[in-house]
């Protein structure tokens, strides 16, 4: 199973951005998938996840700026981020509670993370 992020970049304040992550491999269903950052000296932190159904959470920091999204046919998930703050910059990581058969329990799996810098 492999987790592919991309859409990390240069960006100013106020500015967009969109993340994908796309799940490949033998995978027979996916649960929660979701995005984490991680700055320079701190510990990783959640950004906001979805679950199969779509239900969405959102960490304070993000709220009314960020939307997470996924296509379940695509095995992707999307945050969109919207005026962008330098305090956004870090690695992006995504993040999926996977099955890889119906005979094995849910596992979790890293995306290899992608950069955001937000700087004028």
């Known amino acids: 199973v492999q987790l592919q992020a991309s859409g990390g970049g240069l960006v100013q304040p106020g500015g967009s951005l969109r993340l994908s992550c796309a799940a490949s491999?033998?995978?027979?269903?996916?649960?929660?998938m979701g995005w984490y950052r991680q700055a320079p000296g701190k510990q990783r932190e959640s950004v906001a996840t979805?679950?199969?159904?779509?239900?969405?959470t959102y960490a304070d920091s993000v709220k009314g700026r960020f939307t997470i999204s996924r296509d379940n046919a695509k095995n992707t998930v999307y945050l969109q981020m919207n005026s962008l703050k330098p305090e956004d910059t870090a690695v992006y990581y995504c993040?999926?509670?996977?099955?890889?058969?119906?005979?094995?329990?849910?596992?979790?799996?890293w995306g290899q993370g992608t950069q955001v810098t937000v700087s004028s």
């Open positions: 993040n999926a509670n996977l099955r890889t058969s119906w005979s094995d329990p849910r596992s979790y799996y």
């Open positions: 491999g033998s995978i027979v269903s996916i649960n929660t």
């Open positions: 979805i679950t199969r159904l779509d239900t969405t």
